[in-house]
């Protein structure tokens, strides 16, 4: 072997071993919220502890841990915000987060725990009390001082963020929302509120790219997966829904200019008494949102009030909209594999608008029925679209 060789190999040899000590003096640096303060007794207020937590694993400059531990931490609003020093810090939770009994503490937040700005989170485990229930009550009495309750989790404007395995219970509003964001992965997530919980959505995507729905299960009292202006290439696989609101594209077209939701895919979903399965709905006044190339694949209803609906005449109270059409334009919606029971009459209604009538709807392999003898049906206005393979209620193209 020539010098130079030699010299080649020793070095390729040198840096390897390089590489190794950086990568092996490197490990993730752990911050546990209880060293710094936090109490797990489910009443002092640990709010200081975790955000400590948080601004040192966002300042470091390398990959970091908050951990929270086993017990119960009583938090207010938690600000966990970027950029942060470092593009690899998990959140791992064995514990539980309460939220205060008293929901004027968390007050005029828009959430309680949220992630902004950030890159390259991963959260996992762990459970979020947000004991939602006195707020309910609140609001289902006549007083008129009750605040609108904030979301449990919410993550935005941020990159590459993971959440695997949390529970969310009893929300005050939304459990879980996904705003402007990129690449989101939510897994083998829990979700659990009463079905008469007011606006308690399971999750929520709005104006984000390339968010991952998987394995999940949600009972709550609005929609399991609601879907709002501005989601595109979502995917939303192997999620149980019921009691809930469905997955429900929309409410779209609240605003005359709104961003178009496309390319999503539901695909291997069960719902089970619910009030509604797959749902697009959209205000009735003028808008130019859209949507765009669904596919609604592999679903199983049981009991559910409206398994597949398209209502372009939202108007609720007859608000700013009584006698006007939808400008949301619904094309290329595909239904396959659809059965199961409906618990009311109309099993399929696609009521679409007068102006934008809905175009490219195919069914394929739909077979929905109604209580005992008396069979489904299917009600569809100013809908286009064909059928093949096996079909039941038909009646709409
Ligand atoms: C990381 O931060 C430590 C102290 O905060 C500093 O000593 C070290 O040089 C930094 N390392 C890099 C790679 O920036
Ligand atoms: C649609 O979204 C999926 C992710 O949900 C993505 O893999 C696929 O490439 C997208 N398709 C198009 C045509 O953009
Ligand atoms: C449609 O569903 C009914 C009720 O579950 C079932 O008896 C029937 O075999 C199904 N038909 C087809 C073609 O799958």
């Known amino acids: 072997m020539s010098n130079h060789r030699l010299l080649s190999v020793v070095s390729t040899f040198m840096m390897l071993i390089i590489i190794n000590t950086v990568s092996f003096t490197q490990p993730a640096v752990g911050y546990n919220v209880k060293r710094l303060g936090a109490q797990p007794d489910g009443k002092t207020d640990s709010t200081k502890a975790f955000m400590a937590a948080w601004a040192r694993a966002c300042g470091s400059n390398q990959s970091a841990t908050v951990y929270v531990p086993k017990g119960r931490f009583m938090v207010g609003g938690l600000q966990f915000s970027g950029p942060c020093k470092n593009g690899?810090?998990?959140?791992r939770i064995d514990g539980t987060l309460v939220a205060p009994a008293n929901y004027f503490v968390l007050g005029k937040a828009q959430y309680w725990l949220g992630f902004q700005h950030v890159q390259g989170v991963k959260i996992v485990g762990g459970t979020m009390d947000a004991q939602g229930?006195?707020?309910?009550?609140?609001?289902?009495s006549s007083l008129k001082i009750c605040p609108d309750g904030v979301t449990s989790l919410a993550i935005s404007n941020s990159n590459d963020v993971k959440v695997y395995g949390l529970t969310s219970l009893n929300s005050q509003m939304f459990h879980i929302v996904v705003n402007g964001c990129n690449n989101v992965r939510v897994v083998g997530v829990?979700?659990?509120?009463?079905?008469?919980?007011?606006?308690?959505?399971?999750?929520h995507v709005q104006l984000s790219t390339g968010v991952t729905i998987l394995n999940t299960k949600i009972s709550t009292g609005d929609d399991c997966v609601s879907i709002g202006p501005g989601a595109t290439d979502l995917w939303i696989e192997n999620v149980r829904c019921g009691p809930g609101h469905g997955i429900s594209i929309g409410s779209l077209g609240k605003d005359l200019k709104e961003e178009g939701v496309k390319n999503v895919t539901v695909k291997r979903v069960r719902f089970k008494n619910a009030d509604n399965?797959?749902?697009?709905?959209?205000?009735?006044?003028?808008?130019n949102g859209f949507v765009d190339n669904v596919l609604f694949q592999n679903v199983v209803m049981s009991n559910?009030?409206?398994p597949i609906l398209i209502d372009q005449n939202y108007c609720p109270?007859?608000?700013?909209?009584?006698?006007?059409v939808s400008g949301v334009k619904i094309s290329n919606v595909k239904?396959?594999?659809?059965?199961?029971?409906?618990?009311?009459?109309?099993?399929?209604?696609?009521?679409?608008?007068?102006?934008?009538?809905c175009d490219g709807i195919t069914m394929q392999n739909v077979n929905l029925s109604f209580k005992n003898q008396i069979p489904a049906s299917a009600h569809c206005i100013n809908a286009g679209g064909k059928t093949s393979?096996?079909?039941k209620p038909t009646g709409c193209f």
């Open 335 to 357: 239904y396959e594999d659809i059965h199961g029971t409906s618990a009311t009459k109309v099993a399929v209604k696609l009521d679409c608008s007068k102006k934008y009538p």
């Open 317 to 324: 109270v007859h608000n700013n909209c009584p006698h006007q």
């Open 133 to 140: 229930a006195g707020l309910w009550a609140c609001k289902a």
């Open 190 to 203: 829990n979700v659990v509120a009463p079905g008469n919980s007011p606006n308690t959505d399971g999750i």
């Open 389 to 391: 393979g096996f079909i």
């Open 304 to 306: 559910v009030k409206n």
């Open 277 to 287: 399965g797959l749902r697009i709905k959209s205000w009735g006044r003028p808008s």
């Open 88 to 91: 690899a810090i998990t959140v």
